[in-house]
């Protein structure tokens, strides 16, 4: 009978297991590290009984194959505490010959090194082992490398966005390879701010009543994360706030302006703070009261005025030290018709306080010092350096015969030495290219007790295993010299920026501000990242880095990325009125439609995405001061068409009739005009290449107008066709060289010198490829990422009373009646509106077009002898 344990481990993992085996009678029971197998039982009844001899880690050679049996290999590794019915058996006796005998081994020794005591995999990662080597299993623990030291995330939303993430939920690890876990946060980036929003548990506004000095409320609030995560998020970033609304009814905040707080709220340091959001620290006051504009001037908050009807006190909370808020207090709600309800919102930071973070040195003997690198089992450093210089020295850390240093041999090389008592380890990368061109390059370099590596940029990783013998702790006893050496030799001309020791940031820029030969900051951000900004948009510098600038770009977002796009109903329009007669010249970015005096060398850039399905229809119309314009239409036949007239006489007809364009996909159209040569780019193939005779003159552009044209007087009877329906579907990133009319709709209507009429509605594109775009319906906002609801009627969303439902049988009685009225408008609308398009048709085609345009408008059969027409 033989039995084999089903409890599947790995055993050969060079530690110490216990195996315990019971036989009684026929029955067989196998307990591997206190975990029992199921009991084997041995159908034949047969009885088990133990001999007088037991053979441990295999048979001697003497013994027939009946007396013992090798069924694999002998046992090679060490046994101890050896127990045979329940006796222990002393090994030192079986060495001395009075117990049992041995051979080929040693007795009281084990030669095989516990190497996972101490664990050395960091951040929970677990250890096994093999004769000569540990290893580390980081499953699950969101660090990575040979000892679970690396963190797999990002240290700031600021990181995330400079690798070209947009918003959305991600989880930064405040202190890279520190102590600290990663946690989630909400990575707000926009065009000017990054925000890190950090939620609770409790966003929705609360009710609270019955609450008194003997028996207060409070509620805790839980954001995922230690106070030490949230702490160093805070810390690292430049500003923070946090918005609290007390709505209130008989209900006191502060009880000012002497009294004691009848309601607070705890931070961070687990004190009482009993001011409220928009005042400072150590100020009982709210915000209405800094401006003295409280209900009651005799309270500084509207709640301390004690009223019989809702009101509420709101502001920002934004002292870093007392942030977040954990808890809140409220015992003034028990007497008659006293009711509150109050709300925290989200913790908001932004600012990344390190990751720009940058020092320049301009001489050669400057450097800045830092208390000792402690680093013995494991040390990653990282930071961002640019230089011209031919070599130096990035930093240095020394020991009395160990050391660490990290330089830039030579243009295209960096070096990284280290040694811990066994002689230098030298780790060199080249690059292809040189190092020293003054652009931004990253430098990672890592050692612990398994491996040391170094990476520059996105080059191959150069790594070397560490000797299994000898010493492996790193002693060093010397300041941390950055930028420069001790002995002054071989110093750094650059700069350096966001300076990382262990998940530690290094306050660079303070430092230099008392130090000789090294300045704070460093400029020329754009020279390294400006790709990143896209569509158009200018790279802008700033002290602590750089954003991306999209206001003569159609596309907007943190990298003039994200499209601006808007829905047309039947008749919308959304016209462009230049404040001067607007010439089309040089490519001069203004952000105003000034006129140009030098025409000479004119451009014009004409840029769209559109998703339709009507055919005919008008997509855009660029009206001249004089008789001349420029027409983009959809043919009845899907075609593409281009009109553009230069004079009376002459009309210029480009189309591209490739395929159906109105067929609810999203198309791209580019018309490019350098001097008198004209291009047509559609969905990114070059349609159509054209000369203008010299006699050709460009003129004075008056307007542009997307959709459905209002101004028909004088119309070509073409693009009149195309505009009888206007037309339907989406329009996205319009451009019109340095103008965004469609943008300038949507974001600067009232500013900038743009008139809509008709359902404009902001959406997106995409969206509408697979939907119908003839059935446009209004899309409506979402409301806003943690569900933050409209607190000026504090209880509406929050507390359902009778009141809340008669409101709501009253509401839905007043929408059936509009209802009713809102049809029956439409109808007489339409029979009015039908009325008035027939007296208009006969008012502006009595000659040029015959009755049946009325039935079956086909723009490819009427053709004018003074046009010229150019297919593809």
């Known amino acids: 009978m033989k039995r084999v344990s089903t409890l599947r481990r790995d055993l050969n993992d060079g530690l110490w297991h216990s195996v315990s085996i019971n036989a009684r009678r026929n029955r067989i029971t196998l307990t591997l590290d206190n975990d029992a197998a199921s009991p084997a039982q041995d159908t034949s009844r047969m009885q088990i009984y133990s001999g007088n001899r037991y053979y441990f880690g295999g048979c001697p050679d003497n013994l027939t194959d009946s007396q013992c049996l090798n069924p694999i290999k002998a046992f090679q590794g060490c046994m101890r505490l050896i127990f045979i019915d329940n006796q222990p058996k002393d090994l030192i006796s079986v060495q001395q010959g009075s117990l049992g005998n041995f051979s080929d081994l040693h007795i009281d020794l084990c030669s095989i090194k516990d190497r996972c005591l101490p664990n050395h995999c960091e951040h929970g990662g677990s250890c096994s082992q093999s ?19 690396d963190s797999l995330y990002e240290q700031s939303c600021e990181v995330y966005r400079h690798r070209g993430n947009t918003a959305g939920f991600f989880y930064i690890d405040s202190d890279g390879s520190g102590p600290l876990g990663p946690f989630r946060v909400f990575c707000n980036i926009t065009e000017d701010k990054i925000w890190t929003l950090m939620q609770h548990n409790n966003t929705e506004l609360t009710r609270v009543r019955g609450a008194n000095p003997e028996k207060p409320y409070s509620m805790t609030l839980d954001y995922g994360g230690s106070l030490e995560q949230l702490g160093a998020v805070i810390d690292g970033s430049e500003y923070c706030e946090q918005e609290v609304a007390y709505h209130c009814r008989r209900s006191r905040l502060l009880n000012t302006p002497d009294g004691t707080p009848l309601t607070w709220w705890i ?4 004190e009482r703070q009993p001011y409220w959001g928009g005042a400072p620290p150590g100020v009982q006051q709210c915000d209405c009261g800094l401006d003295e504009s409280c209900l009651d001037v005799r309270h500084f908050c509207n709640c301390d005025a004690d009223k019989d009807e809702w009101t509420n006190d709101t502001g920002f909370l934004s002292f870093k030290d007392h942030l977040p808020v954990t808890q809140i207090v409220i015992t003034d709600t028990d007497r008659t018709n006293s009711e509150a309800a109050w709300r925290i919102g989200p913790l908001r930071c932004y600012g990344d306080r390190h990751f720009w973070n940058a020092v320049s040195f301009y001489t050669e003997a400057s450097y800045l010092h830092f208390p000792t690198f402690h680093a013995e089992f494991s040390a990653d450093i990282s930071f961002f350096f640019k230089t011209t210089a031919l070599s130096g020295v990035f930093l240095e850390n020394l020991g009395i015969k160990d050391f660490i240093r990290l330089e830039i ?4 090389e960096i070096t990284f030495a280290i040694d811990v008592g066994n002689g230098p380890t030298e780790l060199i990368v080249h690059s292809p290219s040189p190092l020293n061109d003054n652009q931004w390059h990253y430098v990672w370099a890592e050692r612990n007790l398994k491996e040391t590596s170094l990476q520059v940029d996105n080059l191959p990783r150069m790594t070397r295993e560490a000797s299994e013998e000898g010493h492996f702790r790193l002693q060093l006893n010397s300041q941390l010299f950055v930028g420069g050496t001790s002995s002054r030799q071989k110093g750094f001309l650059g700069c350096i920026r966001s300076l990382h020791l262990n998940g530690q940031k290094l306050d660079l820029e303070e430092r230099a501000k008392v130090t000789s030969g090294v300045r704070p900051g460093c400029p020329g951000h754009c020279s390294s990242y400006g790709s990143i900004c896209h569509n158009g948009g200018k790279c802008v510098e700033k002290h602590s880095g750089y954003f991306c600038d999209c206001t003569s770009s159609p596309y907007e977002g943190p990298f003039c990325k994200k499209e601006v796009s808007a829905v047309f109903e039947a008749g919308t329009s959304v016209t462009y009125m230049f404040q001067e007669p607007y010439p089309v010249t040089k490519n001069v970015s203004l952000s105003s439609s000034a006129i140009y005096a030098d025409a000479a060398l004119s451009k014009e850039h004409i840029a769209l995405s559109f998703v339709t399905a ?3 229809s008008l997509l855009l119309y660029i009206n001249s001061s004089s008789q001349d314009f420029l027409a983009v239409l959809l043919c009845k ?9 230069l004079n009376k006489e002459e009309t210029h007809v480009f189309t591209v009739n490739t395929e159906n364009f109105a067929n609810r996909r999203l198309h791209h159209l580019k018309i490019n005009r350098e001097g008198r040569g004209l291009t047509i780019q559609m969905d990114q193939q ?10 050709v003159e460009f003129r004075a552009i008056r307007s542009l107008t997307l959709g459905k044209v209002t101004e028909t007087l004088g119309l070509d009877a073409e693009v009149a066709k195309a505009n009888a329906l206007g037309f339907v579907g989406c329009l996205a990133s319009v451009q019109y060289n340095h103008i965004t009319p469609l943008k300038a709709a949507l974001r600067h209507s009232t500013a900038a010198p ?13 969206s509408l490829m697979d939907s119908d775009v003839n059935a446009v319906t209004t899309v409506h906002s979402s409301s806003d990422l943690f569900g933050k609801t409209d607190e000026r009627e504090p209880l509406t969303n929050a507390v359902r009373s009778d009141s809340a439902v008669i409101g709501g049988v009253i509401a839905v009685v007043i929408f059936i009646i509009f209802s009713i009225v809102g049809i029956m408008s439409r109808f007489l609308y339409q029979h009015k509106q039908s009325h008035r398009t027939n007296q208009m048709k006969e008012k502006e085609y009595p000659e040029n077009l015959d009755s049946s345009f009325r039935n079956d408008i086909d723009l ?5 002898e003074c046009k010229r027409e150019y297919f593809i």
Do not use: K, M
């Open 131 to 149: 004769w000569t080597a540990f290893y580390c299993n980081c499953s699950g623990t969101g660090y990575v490398g040979a000892t679970c030291h």
């Open 267 to 270: 931070g961070r340091s687990n």
């Open 409 to 412: 041999s030579s243009p295209s």
């Open 614 to 616: 009507q055919a005919p």
């Open 637 to 645: 036949n899907g075609s593409l068409q281009v009109r553009h007239q």
């Open 686 to 695: 070059l349609r159509l290449s054209y000369n203008f005779s010299p006699e």
């Open 754 to 766: 743009v008139t809509i009429q008709g359902v404009l509605t902001e959406s997106s594109c995409a």
């Open 860 to 864: 490819q059969n009427t053709v004018s």
